[in-house]
């Protein structure tokens, strides 16, 4: 009786060391996953939306950006409201997006004010015609005088006699800060055309033969209808903007409110934008990389 009661009791005890065991095992296990979910700790770690607000000419680089963060975030949504330079700054000072978005860098006045700028790429503003023209190559200066109305044929330019139309952003554009900061034309322009959206100056530009304009490298790459003029005898491209050759650029601008700290998936999304593994992906959208 004695010697069944010892077995009896050896055989519960075992069973439950080995219950035990097996507890502790399924338990290591799922601690382990939830930790690093499923392989990726961080993509378990982040959650959240993340707004940004500005620039149209921005849209390929946020896109780009946007698509591969979200594939390695599954729980992370990036939104992208494309209102304008203008309207991302107030954005990001007035806390209705995470990140502001300008293509342009920021006023003294807008820095005073508390924002931040943070240059994530540069962007070349490619001088656009119509196909068709005979005109390839203007200076600078040659530029300043089109879109100010001291030059009007563009047999005064080595092109067909033709009434020039300068086709130009809203006044609120970073492209038309950088254009007219840049050529010395602020305040200055006679347009033909004034629109609200990169898109919008290049279909202009391609169904008027006398059209010339401005627009994105990340635009104009590739489009059919229109043609980029080298300026100076440089081309815009990617190598002649990122060593200052060609002259008609201007950075990529993420904007932040000082001592407002951002989510955790707004600054992941920041972090990520500026880092080495983004380059790839801004060089895909037409723009230089900065991030060394």
């Known amino acids: 009786m004695k010697r069944t009661m010892k077995k009896v009791m050896y055989t519960m005890t075992a069973a439950a060391m080995l219950a035990l065991t097996l507890a502790g095992c399924g338990g290591t296990d799922t601690n382990e996953e939830t930790a690093s979910g499923g392989g990726n700790s961080e993509t378990a770690s982040i959650s959240g939306t993340v707004s ?14 946007k698509e591969q963060f979200e594939k390695d975030n599954s729980e992370v949504t990036v939104s992208y409201d494309p209102t304008g330079s203008g309207s991302g700054i107030e954005a990001a000072a007035n806390g209705t997006a995470d990140i502001g978005l300008a293509s342009r860098a920021l006023k ?3 820095e005073a004010a508390g924002l931040t700028g943070t240059t994530v790429a540069l962007d070349g ?13 203007l200076t600078v200066e040659q530029i300043a005088q089109i879109f100010t109305g001291e030059i009007t044929n563009w047999s005064q330019v080595g092109g067909t006699d033709g009434q020039i139309a300068c086709i130009g952003r809203e006044a609120n554009s970073g492209t038309r800060d950088g254009f007219e900061s840049i050529t010395e034309t ?12 990169t898109g919008g100056v290049i279909e202009a530009v391609k169904s008027n033969p006398n059209a010339i304009g401005y627009a994105s490298l990340s635009a104009v790459e590739g ?20 060593d200052g050759t060609y002259k008609i650029q201007r950075p990529f601008t993420l904007v932040t409110k000082n001592g407002t700290e951002l989510s955790k998936a707004a600054q992941a999304f920041f972090d990520y934008a500026t880092s080495e593994a983004a380059k790839d992906l801004i060089r895909n959208a037409g723009a230089v990389p900065t991030a060394e």
């Open 52 to 65: 940004t607000n500005g620039s149209t000419s921005m849209e390929k680089i946020i896109g780009n950006l």
């Open 108 to 110: 003294e006045e807008e």
């Open 125 to 137: 503003i490619a001088v656009i015609v119509n196909a068709d023209s005979k005109v390839a190559d």
């Open 186 to 197: 602020k305040n200055a322009c006679k347009l033909s055309q004034e629109l609200t959206s």
């Open 223 to 242: 489009k059919e209808g229109i043609k980029a003029l080298t300026v100076n005898k440089v081309p815009c491209t990617e190598e002649t903007v990122l």
